[in-house]
Structures are given as structure tokens and as C-alpha cells.
């Protein structure tokens, strides 16, 4: 046993998962289509020319044409749809505090603008939430983690529609008057920064909305949509459950100079703020300065209503979440080097670091110093919603699993946020990503696995979908019950 005691007596420690990339039934008890329902898979052999899906309307229609589900592997999941019990059975053998949802707001509102709730989804999350509440395990719940419904994007284009901040906010209503009683903690967008990287994904809109050289001015026109809506969202939750506590959520990257050259220190410092404006914004309240003058530099001029400015000043959010999987390093423009890999983003390759299997650089002392970096700057409870490694996994004969890559990587991330919490942060809990084997974000595979429990299904879609657990199973279930002593 180690000496230190570094996690507070209530640390929630648990997982996170997010209906689309587990839920399946994409189509039952009348749910709607979602963005990432109609996003193709990434067959491995393509792997190296993947690019983060930015579509056009064609590309979509197409993809509404093909009634072969297993190119789509977002609409099958892992059936934890069907299977949620079973699923929460062995997070609570996990021996989780926590579990982090989402709902899939096309379950709740279908079409995104219809006039009443579809009372079969609300069923469903009544259920699912009875089922955690009934093993002690509290939900913390995204509202919207990549699942905006498909008709606000053919229908309204997305995010660029200020429309969206009241479907969205009505959404937010329903849900918290429905749960108001089963859930405390509630997460607005899913890495709401995602938007600079993921158009499509994060703003919902497509190529074709956008005419040429107007795509940054999109982006940041939806972001302030989305700010108004995670504002609504805030306001609504006090109200309704005034002892809820809601937070934003970003991508959590640190952003290091590829050198001491003041201009890639600089660079750092711009790139740093592709993480930093979204929580500025959201926990202060108002746009920094630094962005007057990245929008003059860019053209960009967000279109604001005049009560806009009171509405984010006066609905900040509680906390701050953030997943973390690697760091990045920042060079001026001019400089030459070979880059490294990451879902939404791709940095220069960091000499002084190892990487996944995916490529993407692993590093567990940053996530020290950006809790550190969030919390000097905020002073608001932090929460690492998600966090690691997606790896190839081999079943032996006997069924074992005998994953201790996984085990080192989150046993350092641990270490880590424990330092964090000694170096003075106050960091409420600890949501590793996909405890249980799920469909990816960026390629829709299986092979790319995060999961304590495996989940027998192929790139495919072929499998028994049995659950089996994988070493780091009885590993994690240790680390929860010692509080972190133990790793
Ligand atoms: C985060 C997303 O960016 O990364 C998750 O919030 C995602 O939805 C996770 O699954 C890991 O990314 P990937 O591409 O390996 O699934």
C-alpha cells in the first residue's frame, strides 16, 4: 500500500460511455437519426487516409440510401440498449461510484424541433437511471455527445442556426424536469472546442452550408450558439434541481512549445486557447479579449442578439470536465518535423514521449500540469470525464485477457491527477473512457479497444457480443475500492 492519501473520500471513480457509441436500436421505440448514425465505418486498410467526416448534403442522402447497418456501426453499438443491465451489474462488480451517460436527444426529441417528447426514450433513460440508482451508482449525464439529431442539420444547418439554442434548451428542460429526482450532475456539450476540428461532429453542419473561405466564421457563429444554449441549459438546471451541479466539457489539451523560440511560444499560447476561449467563455462568463483581436485578424464577426451577453454572464457553469488522452507540441509555421497522430487533432512528434498503438502520444505528466493550468485559472472544481488507451487486444485460449499496457496507462494518469489533487486541485472524480468495449469516435471500430470488460464483436459487426473481463478489470476494481491507494 502506498502512504500517499491523495483522493478525497467521495472521489468519483468510474467510466464513461456515450449512447451513440454504444446504445444501438438506432431506429426503435421511435428514435430519430442522428449526426453519427450516418457516419461510415473506417475499414483498417484505410486507416492511414482517415480523415475527421466534414460531408456534403449528397454524402448524407447516400448514406440515408444504404440499408446495410454494419457500414454504419453507430446504429448497432454494443446493444447496450438491450443489455444495459447486465452492463451495470458488472460496473457495479467494478465496484463504480459513477457512471457518465449521454441521452441521445434524438430519443427524446426525434425530428430536434418537435412540439411534445417521444415518451418511449424518456422510458428508456428512466430505466437506465432506476438501474444505476438502484446499485448506488450516480449518473453524470451529457446532454449532447456528438448525437445532434439529423433533421436540425438537413433542416436548419446545424449550429450556424441560432434556432438550435432554443431545441436545444427545451430539450435541456424536458430532461431535467423528467430526471430532476434520479440525476445530480449533468455535462452540457461533450468537448464543445471540438467544433474547430470537427465541424460536422461538433457543429452539425455540412460542407455545402458553408460557402468558400466562411468556415472558421461558421464555426465560431455555432460555438456562440452553442454558448447560448449551454447558458439556457444552466439556468434551467438551477432552477429545476437547485442542488444539480452542471458543467462544460472540452478536449483537454495541453499545447507545449517545440522549442524556447519566443515564436513557438507563442504559437503555444494561441493554440493553448483553442482549449481555453471555450472554458473562458463558460466559466467566466464573457469572450476573453485575446479574441477581439483573433476575430479582426480573421474576418470573423459574430452575430450577437442584445440580451446575449447577460445570458452567459449570468449562467456559468459549476465545473469544469475535460477528457485527456495526449499532449501536443506547437511550433511556428515555418518549422518542419514529423507529426504524431490524435483523433481530432496532430501535433509534432514529442522526442520525449511514447505513443498508443493509434499513434497518439501518451503522456501522463501533462495531465498533471493542465489540471493545474485549469484550475489556477478558474478556481473551479475540475472532473476528468475521460481518459485512455484505445489498443489492440488478444483473447487467449482460456479467455483471459492480459491487457497491462492498459493497466501501466492508467495507472500513471492516476498517479498523476493524485499529484494534482497534493499540488492543491479540486478534482471531483475520474470517468475512464469505454469501461466496456465500444464502437470508436473517429473510425466506428472495435479493434480499437478501451474497455475492463471485452466485448466479443469484430470491425464487422460479427460477434456473440458476449461481455468477458479483461485484466485491468480486477486492476481498476482494486484501484476504486482502496480510493487510489492501491495501483
Ligand atoms: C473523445 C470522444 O474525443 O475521444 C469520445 O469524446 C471518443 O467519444 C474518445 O470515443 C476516443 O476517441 P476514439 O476515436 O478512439 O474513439
Redesign the pocket.
Known sequence: MSELKQFPENFLWGGAI?AN?VEGAFDEDGKGLSISDVVKVVRPEDRKKMKIPFPTTAEVQEALNDTNHKNYPKRYGIDFYHRYKEDIALFKELGFKTLRISIAWGRIFPNGDDATPNEAGLKFYDNLFDELNKHGIEPVVTLS??ETPLNLTLTYKGWTNRKLVDFFAKYAETVFERYKDKVKYWITF??IN?ILMAPYIGGAFLRDHVADGELLQAQFQSAHHQFLASAKAVEALHRIIPDGKIGCMV?GMINYPNSPHPDDVMTALTDQRNTFFFTDVMTRGHYPAYMTSFFKENGITIQKEAEDDAILKNNVVDYVAL?Y?MSSVSARPETEGEKAAG??LSSLKNPYLEASD?GWQIDPKGLRTLLNMFYDRYEKPLFVV?NGL?AFDEVEDDGSIHDDYRIAYLREHIKEMGKAIEDGVDLIGYTA??PID?I????SEMS?R?GFIYVDQDDYGNGSLKRSKKDSFYWYQKVIETNGEEL
Open positions: 456515450a457509441q455527445h456528438y461533450n468537448e471540438c478536449v477528457s488522452y483523433n481530432l493509434w475521460e484505445g473512457w469505454g465500444l470508436s469516435f473517429s473510425t480499437k478501451y
